[in-house]
Structure formats: structure tokens, C-alpha cells
């Protein structure tokens, strides 16, 4: 690490509590957490282009029932508004998905990655998704800075702007992610996040009375969660379905770049939960989407519709907008659109609600 970085971030572990303590009370008004529901995003920065003075630019974090919280995008001071936030948190961050190149996007990644890879909140491996190019102009902001990043623990997964269709680049025990090109002025991307179906609740009370009491046979029942037959070692077959609740359906969120048709991601995104889109026109500038590259709220509220999904939340706002404007864009949209629709807000928490499971038949 050079000199320059050493002799400023990196603390011991006491001086860590103590900067902490010190920097608590200059953290802005920020309202506390509802109770977290397994799917929540935090809104990091909601500006276009530039900031305001209500409004940083692009980034959002999204926390996970597996304590994860993922990044997307990474505009200029990214980590001051984490620093400022109640949810998310350095140490945590495992994973970060570029949308694209366009500085309000990415200006904040080369600070965040030298604080989360050598600096005061150390992760051990860092994951980071995007367009090709971007390997290359972190190495070289990197390089130029005299910086060094660990090479093990920054793993880079370009995304091929040659590839037309969508593609996995996540598939773990909980989740899959699909990455899609969405059509922007420069390649771009929007992904989808779904969870994996969970396990549904044994009815303990049905099986006492069929004589199996709790014990290790109810391992055995769990691990066959996903038959419609359950065979017990003794040989005893079980009707699934009247011992086990239906297994919870995962969620489905969509986060997407900035797009002026985002129709190729269409396929993948139907009945999603919830989807991020962005909203950086007014109406009255609807003609010139396709040579900026961007939508209106309505243009959003009609895709949303398309993919039937539940919530519509809309960033990504110019600074030519204010409340008095944004809200009549939001009337115009709600004509088109059926579900909740949600203005993002810096630090404002999106929750996704969880699927309902169907009890026991
Ligand atoms: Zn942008
Ligand atoms: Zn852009």
C-alpha cells in the first residue's frame, strides 16, 4: 500500500471505534430502518448527471436475507453516503454490479474499492460486475494514483457488450442473478435478481397425530422439501402436501440502468416483484428519449405494467425536477400503471415484500 493511503486510512482496530464515535454525531437526520424483510434496498443516490443538494448521484444497496448487501453502481461519493446511512455498511458490501460507464455511475468506484479492499472496512473478496471496459479504467485510475489493490481479493466478471441476450452471473444457494443489455447512448445493463424457493413449514401438529413424533426423522422430512413423495427410512411414504406447507415462492426484483427501451429484458423481468427504473425526463420532453438515452416516468410506468409487476420505484431523476414536478409525473405515470408506484429518495428504504406460502392442504 503506498505511503499516502497507509498514513491516512489505515487504523488499528481501536482507532476505528474511536473514528467512529467521533463521526456518529455529524451523520445527518436520517430516519431509523423499518424491520427488515429479507429484501430491502437502500437508495445511496438518486440525481442524474449530477448531484443536488437533496440528491447524490447513482448508487443503491440492496440487503439480503444471508446478511449480504450487494452495490449497484457507485456514483462520486458513494462511501460518504454510506458512511452517512443506518443500513448499509462497508463491511458487508460482497458484491457490486456496474450498469455502465457514464460517470454518475461509476466516479465513485476507485475510492470505494481502495477503502473496502485495503482500507478501514476490509472485506475478504470483493466480486464486481460490468462492462469490459471497466477493468481496464480501474487498473489504470489505480495505477496513475500509485495505488495498489490486492489482486486475490478483487474479482472482476466482464460483462460482453457483443452478447445480445441475457445471461447468469450469479447462482448460489439463494439467489440468481441475470444480467441483460438495455438500450442506453453507450452499452448498459439491467439485472435481475430472484431468490431461490425456500422450504415450506412442517405441520408438527398433523404429524404427532399420524404417530411420528419431532426428532431426527423431521431432517429426513425437510431434506425431501421439493418432492411430492416423501420416503422415510422405514420405508413409510408421505403425501408432501399434507404435512409441509407449499414451498415459498422466491422474489423477483429488477434494478436497471439508464434506458430508453429496456424491452429486451422483458422476458426475464415478468411479474417481478418490484423493479428499479429509471426516470429522468419530464413528459414534456418525451420525443427526445431515443437521442438522450432516457425515459419519462410514463415510459416506466408502461414497461412496469408490461412485466405486470407489483411495485414500480422510480430514480434516477434530473435536477430540472423538483417535488411539485415529480409529483405530477407520478399522476401522469399512475394513468399507465396499475401497482404502487414509489419515488426513490437518498437513504429512503424499499422493501420487497416476501411471497405469501400456502398453508398445509
Ligand atoms: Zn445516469
Ligand atoms: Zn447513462
Not at 448527471?49 to 447513482?58: D, E, F, I, L
Not at 408421505?238 to 422476458?267: A, F, Y
Request: aromatic share 6%; glycine share 6%.
Amino acid at each position: 500500500m503506498p505511503n499516502w493511503l497507509k498514513s491516512c486510512i489505515k487504523l488499528t482496530t481501536k482507532e476505528k471505534r474511536v473514528s467512529k464515535k467521533c463521526t456518529r454525531h455529524l451523520q445527518p437526520d436520517i430516519p431509523r430502518a423499518p424491520p427488515f424483510k429479507g429484501m430491502d434496498i437502500t437508495f445511496l443516490g438518486t440525481s442524474s448527471g449530477s448531484p443536488t443538494h437533496k440528491r447524490n448521484v447513482s448508487s443503491l444497496v440492496l440487503h439480503l436475507v444471508t446478511g449480504e448487501q450487494w452495490m449497484f453502481d457507485a456514483g462520486e461519493a458513494t462511501q460518504v453516503q454510506i458512511r452517512h446511512c443506518r443500513t448499509a455498511s462497508m463491511g458487508r458490501i460482497n458484491r457490486i454490479f456496474i450498469t455502465h460507464m457514464h460517470g454518475d455511475h461509476i466516479w465513485g468506484l476507485p475510492g470505494l474499492l481502495s477503502s473496502l479492499l485495503i482500507g478501514i472496512e476490509e472485506c475478504n473478496q470483493l466480486h464486481l460486475y460490468g462492462p469490459s471496459s471497466l477493468d481496464e479504467w480501474i487498473k489504470s485510475t489505480i495505477r496513475m494514483s500509485r495505488t495498489i489493490l490486492p489482486r486475490n481479493k478483487l474479482v472482476f466478471h466482464p460483462l460482453d457488450a457483443r452478447q445480445k441476450g441475457h445471461f447468469v452471473i450469479v447462482d448460489d444457494d439463494n439467489y440468481t442473478v441475470h444480467a441483460c443489455p438495455i438500450k442506453h447512448t453507450i452499452p448498459c445493463w439491467g439485472y435481475v435478481v430472484e431468490e431461490k424457493k425456500t422450504k415450506g413449514n412442517i405441520d408438527a401438529a398433523k404429524l404427532t397425530l399420524m404417530g411420528i413424533a419431532p426428532g431426527p426423522i423431521y431432517k429426513q422430512i425437510k431434506d425431501q422439501w421439493d418432492q411430492d413423495l416423501i420416503v422415510l427410512s422405514d420405508g413409510i411414504v408421505l403425501d408432501r402436501k399434507s404435512i409441509m406447507s407449499e414451498p415459498k415462492e422466491g422474489r423477483k426484483l429488477v434494478i436497471l440502468g439508464d434506458t430508453c427501451d429496456p424491452s429486451n429484458i422483458q422476458e426475464i423481468s415478468m411479474d417481478a416483484n418490484a423493479i428499479v427504473h429509471e426516470c429522468t425526463l419530464p413528459e414534456s420532453m418525451a420525443h427526445l428519449s431515443r437521442q438522450r438515452g432516457h425515459s419519462t416516468a410514463t415510459m416506466a410506468a408502461k414497461f412496469a405494467s408490461k412485466i405486470r409487476a407489483k411495485s414500480l420505484v422510480l430514480n434516477h431523476f434530473s435536477p430540472r425536477f423538483c417535488d411539485d414536478t415529480l409529483r405530477k409525473e407520478l399522476d401522469l405515470a399512475s394513468r399507465h400503471y396499475k401497482g404502487n408506484i414509489i419515488l426513490a429518495s437518498d437513504f429512503g428504504i424499499f422493501q420487497v415484500a416476501p411471497n405469501k406460502s400456502k398453508s398445509v392442504g
